[in-house]
């Protein structure tokens, strides 16, 4: 980041150092806490919510799969459809990479699939009871995961609305209110 010499030219004391070390340590933390709540979470998730489909001979559904252009790591391709609101096609068209809200997924029958994975989605709707009701009805089993309390991530993200306390959408969800209003 900087030598010895700081930004200013001048040797660095022992506190100028001290604060570049303790920065350095909170910025792994953040990334470490980022990469094991929505990487390593996830792919639990998507493996348990694959076995289950599989075991019950349906598909699996991956909702809020994220695009090319708004997920951090890439869209996400765990299940047999895979999709998002930001995605354009119909899933009839493109399966791997299709439209749909998670409020109204009235485009699925009842219990279509064996399992729906639903990572890091639900905090982000409005209207989370209605999501929670579809995820049910779509499928027979429903994988939910939400941020971590630990996570900083959880209580930074502006478009988080939601704060699920078991990490899985369920409990009393407490609202994000000094982020946004409904």
Partial sequence: MFGSEGMTGKPMGKTGKK?????GVGLSFVAATYVVDVNIRRGTAAKEAREYADSVGKPMLNVGAGTAGTALFGATTYGDVNCD?????SCDVNPQACHCDITDMSQFPDKH???VLA??????VVDYKAALAELHRVADKVFIITPSWW???TWLYPDHKWYFPDGHGGGTPTRLSYLEKV
């Fill in 85 to 89: 609101i930001g995605n354009q096609d």
């Fill in 19 to 23: 604060l570049i070390m303790a920065a």
């Fill in 119 to 124: 990572s890091h989605v639900v905090e982000h």
């Fill in 113 to 115: 699939f064996g399992s």
């Fill in 151 to 153: 996570a900083l991530h």
